[in-house]
């Protein structure tokens, strides 16, 4: 029970969240490389082939790569709606601001 004073009745929540469950974190241009052959690449292409053939694959992949040079990490992930209240949390609002990470990219599918 909360006894409310005034009107409207808001709370501010704050959760801490270990964003690594949601993906993977990777730290070198070698597991990006990885990382997009397994997730979009086929038999026998190379990283080259695969940024060749596709303009947001090639975008996202030079602006994670980008973000590697600079000595930071990359998490790539995914949530739903689906599965726990902190997932569908972020699922419906995304990423906050932050001074500890950059928002690359936020999609909703």
Known sequence: MLGLKGSPAKVKLCIEVDVQEYGSLISTEEELEDYYLDEYGSYGSTVDQLLANDEYLS???????????GGNS????????????????LYCNGFPESDYYDIMEQAVS
């Open 74 to 89: 990359v998490l790539i992930g995914t949530v739903s709606n689906d599965d726990s209240p902190i997932e569908n949390l």
């Open 59 to 69: 975008k996202t992949y030079n602006a994670a790569k980008e973000h590697i040079k």
